[in-house]
């Protein structure tokens, strides 16, 4: 059975921090993987996809990385600001469906 | 659509009573996929709906939970004599086909409490 892990479970720094958040992922039979943010009482935004033939994927000040053989992706946050505080959270795209990790509550203060 | 659509956005419901959540996925979108995210937990799957069949619906908690698509469009998740564990955050997503190479699209969600 398939298990997501993300370290830390929660992060609070300062503004203008880069950031580095953790997913790993048990079983590297995966298809893509799939960061989202989530802003308390809201639905899922999805940020980056990393498709599986690929390594790492782009936009802006976000940089993610996806190693299967090791079982595992990082999400970087460059230049972090107050409004990047939301839970991140990965997922596996798993033959039909997603499968989430546990995900790590992210705040930035000013 | 332009995106996927979920109603109502907040429910209340009094304990043993029936609810409806509905779900309005992006026009064209072959795939439709239930979650559900209690208060502290993560996400967890319930149901997915290729057109109007349901290949998974392994996730499903017991069987006062129902869902179904109707057209290959929306779908309802129905939830019969609620109890109080039934609290939690719906959430429906949906993607051009089941496995979509260019990933999911969520809804904002349906806030479901059963006082």
């Known amino acids: 059975k398939q298990e997501v892990t993300q370290i830390p479970a929660a992060l609070s720094v300062p503004e203008g921090e880069n950031l580095v958040l953790n997913c790993s992922f048990t079983?590297?039979?995966?298809?893509?993987l799939q960061w989202f943010r989530q802003d308390p009482g809201k639905g899922l935004t999805s940020l980056l996809l990393?498709?599986?033939?690929?390594r790492e994927q782009t936009s802006g000040r976000l940089n993610a990385s996806l190693d299967k053989s090791s079982g595992r992706s990082t999400l970087y946050i460059a230049a972090s600001q107050p409004g990047d505080s939301a839970t991140y959270l990965c997922?596996?795209?798993?033959?039909?469906?997603?499968?989430f990790g546990t995900g790590t509550r992210l705040q930035v203060f000013p | 659509g332009a995106g996927v659509s979920q109603s109502p956005s907040n429910k209340v419901t009094e304990k043993g009573k029936d609810v409806e959540l509905r779900c309005d996925p992006i026009s064209g979108h072959t795939a439709l996929y239930w979650y559900r995210q209690s208060l502290g937990q993560g996400l967890e799957f319930l149901i997915y709906f290729q057109g109007n069949s349901a290949p998974d619906k392994s996730g499903l908690p017991s069987d006062r939970f129902s869902a179904e698509r109707t057209g290959g469009s929306v779908s309802t998740l129905t939830i019969q004599r609620t109890q109080q564990e039934d609290s939690a955050v719906y959430l429906c997503a949906s993607s051009l086909v089941a496995g979509d190479y260019y990933g999911y699209t969520f809804g904002s969600g349906t806030r479901l409490t059963v006082v």
């Open positions: 990393i498709q599986s033939s690929q």
């Open positions: 997922a596996l795209h798993n033959t039909d469906k997603l499968i």
């Open positions: 079983d590297s039979a995966i298809y893509n």
